[in-house]
């Protein structure tokens, strides 16, 4: 999930449900694909209030993550 120097973006609208990969094992980054089943990780469920962009990492350098901070840039 994080052999991506730069963010992946996603779009959702108000009162979407999206589940994020948390455990890097998913093959449809960086949505979770129940990869993690078996393990102790389990996804981001991030439920939007409004229309907007989700910037996700796609570094592994973020401090914030599964959400991009800048950190692939320095």
């Known amino acids: 999930m994080y052999k991506q120097g730069s963010p992946r973006m996603i779009e959702v609208n108000a009162g979407d449900t999206v589940y ?3 455990c890097g094992r998913t093959k449809t980054p960086p949505y979770c694909d ?3 089943q078996g393990s102790d990780s389990v996804p981001l469920e991030y439920k939007a209030s409004e229309n907007e962009q989700l910037y996700i990492c796609g570094c592994g ?3 914030n993550i599964p959400f991009c901070d800048g950190a692939h840039n320095g």
């Open 20 to 22: 994020i990969c948390q």
């Open 34 to 36: 129940g990869s993690h």
């Open 61 to 63: 350098k973020s401090g």
